[in-house]
């Protein structure tokens, strides 16, 4: 992340990657489009070296949103006044958490702590920036993705490993970040999966019935045709015979009659 051209000056015969960024403008478009009740964000962030980077990053943009919402900033904030003011928020606000690993008193919270303390604290929707936070309470957002990240990476790699060097393979600018949502959180608000952007990942949707009990359908089912077919054999089959029989019948009916009709006729000629 906050990866220049100028970091790899004179070495760029050696190095390939990807960049990593945030995406910032399209995770406030897509909360205001889903929530856009909207009036007032409550922003999180911490006092780290990368916190202070995003905060200048995450002011440029908000400037073309003020019209629109009003943006309070909790940053390097003590603990128990970011709870005060997440308890004190309303379905009608939106939280956007960008990184929260340290506080004032400078105690450290892992992703988990961080995003489980603000969770319990607010009735307020929660976007992000990150898919770490992701799973335990946040809605969402157009998130920087360290599956795709990694994905990428490795299909450079395998460029490199099938003999191009590491100079001749672009380096990936844009970020491979993704939309991604808990559906959990998406049926806590109303918010309908099919407003969702498009080609939008969906964690904790409840499996579909074939789904959930497909290990024990499909083998089921191919019983099932078995035996449905071994009926439709036996079925034909016991048709097939019924004709036969039917057929030998009328057969021996005919040879009866035949032979009544000879021996009659041997009865007369005897007599």
Excluded: C
Excluded at 29 to 55: C, F, H, K, M, W
């Amino acid at each position: 992340n906050f990866f220049e051209d100028a970091m790899l000056e004179g070495k760029r015969t050696q190095f390939t990657g990807v960049v990593e960024n945030v995406d910032i403008r399209a995770t406030l478009d897509v909360a205001l489009a889903q929530r856009p009740q909207t009036r007032e964000i409550l922003v999180i962030n911490d006092g780290t070296t990368t916190g202070l980077v995003y905060s200048r990053l995450f002011r440029e943009v908000a400037q073309d949103y003020e019209n629109r919402v009003n943006f309070v900033y909790y940053e390097n904030t003590d603990v128990r006044a970011l709870e005060v003011a997440l308890r004190n928020l309303t379905e009608d606000n939106l939280v956007l958490l960008i990184l929260f690993n340290r506080d004032r008193a400078q105690r450290f919270y892992t992703y988990e702590q961080a995003i489980d303390l603000i969770y319990a604290n607010t009735k307020a929707p929660i976007y992000g920036l990150w898919d770490f936070y992701l799973g335990r309470g946040m809605v969402g957002g157009k998130l920087t993705n360290a599956f795709s990240q990694g994905e990428a990476a490795a299909f450079k790699a395998q460029r490199i490993l099938g003999g191009d060097a590491a100079g001749d393979v672009p380096i990936q600018w844009e970020s491979p970040n993704r939309y991604i949502f808990d559906y959990r959180e998406l049926q806590k608000f109303g918010i309908d999966t099919a407003t969702l952007p498009v080609n939008s990942e969906i964690i904790n949707r409840p499996l579909a019935f074939i789904e959930q009990y497909g290990a024990v359908i499909w083998p089921l089912s191919a019983v099932g045709v078995v035996l449905l077919g071994t009926i439709v054999a036996q079925s034909v089959s016991a048709a097939r015979r019924r004709r036969v029989e039917a057929a030998l019948r009328v057969s021996n009916t005919e040879l009866l009659e035949t032979r009544a009709s000879l021996e009659e006729r041997v009865n007369v000629h005897t007599r």
